[in-house]
RNA sequence: GCGCCUAUAGCUCAAUUGGAUAGAGCAACGGACUUCUAAUCCGUAGGUUGCAGGUUCGACUCCUGCUAGGCGUGCCA
């Protein structure tokens, strides 16, 4: 679709310059001509508002300057254009030739796993970081959404030619951590009888951190009340990331994520990355003290107030390994680094940003997105609340067994992941889960992943009834005449350009609404025509091309998606 | 108070850079299995795009001001 756009703009410019030396546009050169989509096949396969937008320099009519245009396209030149109209108040609804749509179902069959990809990247290193969760929990729904996202998102940069890749930043140091620490150190104490001894405020009571405690009763008994409360503490912090990061993997893995990279705070703290980071503000002059601690100048870039980055106890707050890490990852090469951020980090990006631009690297280098959050709704339509801290949340886990037993786990991380991809990041997506598995059955996941069995059981009815499968180059196309055939190709054409803008955009639920809307032409055109006709098998034959295209699509873009493209259901 | 996000059909959401008649699904109602799989299809209905202005050939989209909801605004991460 990108190549006929760039055919047929050529062919306008054209004509837009022929008319201009025809004195008939007084316009000094032509412009760069837009395209639209056609919402509907009576505008054609592709069209132009280029009229439009030249109407007020002319000084003309858009449509006298659209039928000026018309005037100067040589149809018989070009035969990949099979009629020009003008339409509305100025478009130039553009019909192309059936040679195009066969030759788009011949580079569908030629590319196969392939089609869709372009290399418009040119292999520039990207990464993009998502997830990071402290590890200091299971996690929950909205790190599912993340992690569905930022999958998705590495596939499609991949898929246009971009060499991006996952990561993840484990705080593994830091307060969160250590309260980590005190909380299991807490519970373990609790199991061996003190209970004059409560978790401090803002500490973690979840159940699992006394499931936790009770585990290390059952293996080590105890043992580690020998040590002092620091050593204890800091035992425990390990115990307790080792067990709850292992965790989180486990589910990553069933959510059928795959980091390339996992990086570490305290690993980054130890390399003593944060005190360069200290040298180079210091030696920039962003830096002041104040009431003991050292504050950075956030005010010079436009914030509100500035930060401390050395808290009075000589810690730094998480600012300063943070930007170390942002600086460590433009080491690495990376030309741009994605980091995909939930909602409760919004504060940080101004911030993040500003030391990022404090390091002298550029504006753009560094973009952040958010995941708006996702709520978990009941059938009454209450929110829950999430917070890790009150301990009351839905894990992603839970999901999945909830979801795998209305619908079987082979199916629970394709509808999960689904669910979690089909909205804009930047929504505040309400999931109601009691609706998520009762409609499970009605779910558009399988209404595409249908499309596809559906296309294979065609394959396998067409081999046990003896049908002929050709190669694409014996196969009359022109057969494939009906209008519904034309929308399946057309739409099938547009897959490229929507890897393309769902990449660039970061908009990654464009792909599920893309096959959402193949399977919708697909099945109606399954009830109205058969493919496989004893009567007619010359026809069946080219039916059998076009199914196997649409299938090809429909497989691709489940891939992006990290969903399966079963072959039967 | 300041900052960010959101507001589109009864519900959940789409709508490439501003483009033609704002689209799907679910829910509702009526139909279609002797058929390549009915997890499907066909039909009906549903709208002052939160409100008020502005920009222009044209605005769900951009600007200003409101309203409502969410989040952020810690020497937590």
């Not at 299991?184 to 409560?198: F, K, P, T, V």
């Not at 949340?393 to 992941?417: M, N």
């Not at 697909?522 to 649409?550: G, M, W």
């Amino acid at each position: 679709m990108d190549e006929i756009k760039s055919i047929i703009g050529t062919i306008l410019q054209d004509a837009i310059q022929d008319a201009i030396e025809a004195n008939e546009l007084p316009i000094t050169t032509p412009p760069d001509i837009p395209f639209s989509p056609t919402k509907t096949p009576d505008h054609g396969d592709i069209a132009t508002p280029v009229a439009l937008g030249l109407a007020k320099s002319a000084k003309m009519p858009p449509r006298t300057v659209a039928e000026t245009i018309h005037k100067h396209v040589d149809l018989e030149k070009h035969s990949i254009i099979s009629n020009l109209e003008i339409a509305g108040p100025g478009f130039i609804n553009i019909y192309l030739s059936n040679e195009w749509l066969f030759d788009t179902i011949r580079n569908i069959l030629k590319e196969q796993q392939e089609y869709g990809k372009s290399d418009i990247g040119l292999q520039k290193k990207i990464q993009i970081e998502f997830v990071s969760a402290n590890p200091t929990g299971p996690l929950n729904i909205v790190s599912g959404r993340a992690a569905a996202v930022g999958d998705t998102l590495v596939n499609l940069l991949n898929a246009v030619g971009y060499d991006a890749v996952r990561e993840f930043y484990v705080n593994d140091a830091g307060g969160q951590v250590e309260r980590l620490g005190q909380s299991i150190d807490i519970r373990y104490r609790q199991a061996l009888g003190e209970h004059d001894i409560e978790i401090p405020d803002g500490g973690y009571n979840g159940e699992y951190i006394t499931d936790f405690a009770k585990e290390i009763v059952v293996e080590d008994s105890d043992t580690h009340l020998k040590l002092s409360d620091d050593e204890r503490i800091l035992l425990f912090k390990e115990k307790g990331i080792a067990h709850l990061l292992g965790q989180q993997k486990t589910t990553l893995e069933r959510f059928g994520v795959n980091f390339d990279v996992w990086a570490s705070e305290k690993t980054i703290r130890d390399s003593g990355k944060p005190d360069d980071i200290i040298n180079i503000f210091q030696e920039k002059d962003y830096l002041y003290e104040n009431e003991g601690a050292t504050w950075f100048k956030m005010t010079d870039f436009g914030d509100d107030k500035d930060c401390v980055v050395i808290r009075t106890n000589g810690e730094y707050t998480y600012f300063v390994p943070d930007a170390a890490y942002h600086l460590d990852k433009h080491d690495r090469g990376f030309t741009k680094v994605i980091d995909l951020f939930g909602p409760d980090h919004q504060g940080h990006i101004t911030r993040l940003k500003n030391f990022v631009k404090a390091l002298g690297l550029s504006d753009d280098w560094l973009e952040v997105d958010i995941i708006q959050q996702v709520n978990l709704v009941d059938s009454d339509g209450n929110r829950q609340d999430m917070s890790k801290r009150q301990g009351q949340f839905y894990t992603l886990d839970l999901l999945i067994d909830e979801l795998a037993e209305a619908v079987g786990e082979r199916y629970a991380v394709d509808v999960a992941r689904y669910f979690f991809l089909m909205r804009a990041n930047n929504t505040h997506l309400d999931f109601n889960i009691e609706l998520a598995v009762t409609q499970a059955n009605e779910n558009p996941v399988f209404y595409i992943q249908y499309a596809h069995a559906r296309c294979c059981s065609i394959f396998q009815q067409a081999r046990e009834q003896g049908f002929e499968i050709k190669p694409v180059e014996e196969v009359n196309l022109e057969l494939l005449d009906a209008p519904q055939e034309h929308e399946l190709i057309r739409k099938a054409a547009e897959f490229p350009s929507i890897i393309i803008s769902s990449a660039e955009d970061r908009e990654a639920h464009r792909i599920p609404h893309f096959l959402h809307d193949l399977a919708g032409i697909f099945h109606p055109y399954y009830n109205q025509h058969r493919v496989l006709d004893l009567s007619n098998k010359d026809r069946s034959t080219a039916r059998l091309i076009l199914v196997e295209c649409i299938q090809t699509v429909l497989a691709n873009g489940l891939r992006l998606l990290g969903i399966s493209a079963p072959e039967s259901m």
